[in-house]
Every structure is written in structure tokens, then in C-alpha cells.
């Protein structure tokens, strides 16, 4: 996601500057230290997300949050607590208070991130290789050798086949969005698996490569279903 910060404080400006080079969703694409400043490039359509102050000159966050995109999530960052209801009334995507942590601001991207709608391609297959970055280094893993996916809060685990597990920062809809859903099946909140894995299927648990025991939740017993009835030579419910 392409983001800009708008702040006429510098050192607020660079502080969330600084966490959205360090995120892995997220792209620099400029700091602005007013309002009017930032009306042409952010009109445009250029940015997906905009860190935005409340209290400045001429133009401040509130009045300028009516002016974006519908597209462009807005978060706004500000030392009062006292605008909130008006921040969301504009339509405000998440509401921090400075000083900002990155454990505060990573929350709130993820949450941005989880709400915004997927694209995903049209493909007969996945990708023969994803990159996951794990321990601040991409490391190239061969689709084929996942096993499942598992969500933690703004963190996802990716379990391999040859027992290695790799942890990101990213989320369980990013990562449905790449993996084709032919060899690939959410049959959890918190899991994706290879279905190419499984090894058994239960009323309320798979089993798959490795002994991994991965709940099915009602939500997504229907996908589970409709793979039996897919694979199955034989008439039976699930």
C-alpha cells in the first residue's frame, strides 16, 4: 500500500515516516507538512492510505479528510482525544493518539489491511514460489511445499513440509489473495492449508502431512464439503 504521512510537526511527521519504511505492507511515497501541500497527489488517487494530523493551519485533518477518496484510507494521528466522533463521521479508517508506538500503528494498518477488499487473479494454479520474509530476509518458498498457514493476531505462520516453520508479518487475507484456492482452502479463521496435505478429513478437524491438526469452523465447513463431493467417487455427506 502506497501511504503518505501529512503533518506540520517534523519530528511527528518523520516518527511515522520511519514505521511505514520498516512495514512490510506498506511504501513511502511521501511526507507532506500541510494540508495544502498534499491536495494535489492525494486528490489523485495516488495514495492508498494517508497518516493524517487534525490540528494545523489553513486546511486542518478533519476538513481535509472530507476532500480524499473514497479509495484512500485515512488514519489520523493526533495528540487529542477529543475529535474522534468527528474523525469518524468523515470517514476516518482508525484514530491513534501521539506519541504513536509501532506496536499501535502496525495494529491499525493490519486492521486497514483486513478490511479492504481483495483482488484476486483468475489462475488455474498458484504460483510455483511465493517470498515470505522471516528474521528481516525474503526467503523463496516453493508453494508445494506448504503445508498450511496459520493466523496470530498481525503475524501469520507458514508450516513447510520439512518441519520448518516461518513467521511474517503480514495477513491471512494477503496471503489468500496469492495462493490459488484450487490447491489451496481457508477452512478457518486462523488457517489455510495445502490440500495437497491432507492426510484424513473429520467432521470438525483435518489432518494433514506431519500430523498437523487443523480445525474446521462452521463458517468454512461448506469448502470442506465441496472438496469431498469434488475428490469423492462416492455419494456421502460430510
Not at 469518524?88 to 493518539?97: E, H, I, S, T
Not at 489473495?177 to 481457508?186: D, G, I, N, V
Not at 506431519?210 to 469434488?230: K, M
Given at each position: 500500500m502506497n501511504?503518505?504521512?501529512?503533518?506540520?510537526?517534523?519530528?511527528?511527521?518523520?516518527?511515522?515516516?520511519s514505521y511505514i519504511e520498516k512495514h512490510p505492507l506498506l511504501t513511502l511515497g511521501g511526507i507532506f507538512h500541510s494540508a495544502q501541500e498534499a491536495v494535489r497527489e492525494v486528490m489523485g488517487g495516488k495514495f492508498d492510505m494517508v497518516f493524517l494530523d487534525i490540528k494545523m493551519p489553513q486546511l486542518n485533518g478533519v476538513e481535509f479528510a472530507r476532500l480524499v477518496p473514497r479509495?484512500?484510507?485515512?488514519?489520523?494521528?493526533?495528540?487529542?482525544?477529543?475529535?474522534?466522533?468527528?474523525?469518524?463521521?468523515?470517514?476516518?479508517?482508525?484514530?491513534?493518539?501521539?506519541?504513536?508506538?509501532y506496536e499501535e500503528f502496525n495494529a491499525a494498518v493490519m486492521r486497514v489491511h483486513e478490511r479492504m477488499p481483495v483482488a484476486v487473479a483468475q489462475q488455474p494454479d498458484p504460483a510455483e514460489h511465493i517470498l515470505v520474509k522471516h528474521n528481516h530476509k525474503f526467503e523463496q518458498v516453493a508453494t508445494a511445499d506448504i503445508v498450511c498457514l496459520e493466523g496470530l493476531k498481525d503475524y501469520v505462520k507458514v508450516h513447510l513440509g520439512d518441519g520448518r516453520m516461518l513467521v511474517t508479518l503480514c495477513s491471512m487475507r494477503s496471503f489468500e489473495?496469492?495462493?490459488?484456492?484450487?490447491?489451496?482452502?481457508?477452512v478457518h479463521r486462523s488457517y489455510i492449508i495445502n490440500t495437497d496435505a491432507i492426510r484424513s478429513i473429520e467432521r470438525n478437524r483435518l489432518t494433514l502431512v506431519?500430523?498437523?491438526?487443523?480445525?474446521?469452523?462452521?463458517?468454512?465447513?461448506?469448502?470442506?464439503?465441496?472438496?469431498?463431493?469434488?475428490h469423492n467417487p462416492m455419494a456421502g455427506g460430510y
Open positions: 501511504c503518505c504521512v501529512i503533518d506540520d510537526e517534523p519530528l511527528a511527521a518523520g516518527l511515522i515516516a479509495s484512500t484510507r485515512v488514519i489520523f494521528t493526533t495528540a487529542y482525544d477529543s475529535h474522534a466522533i468527528e474523525a469518524f463521521r468523515v470517514g476516518a479508517a482508525d484514530y491513534l493518539l501521539k506519541p504513536v508506538s489473495s496469492l495462493l490459488s484456492s484450487r490447491k489451496f482452502m481457508r506431519g500430523g498437523h491438526e487443523v480445525p474446521v469452523s462452521d463458517g468454512y465447513r461448506q469448502a470442506v464439503a465441496d472438496y469431498i463431493a469434488a
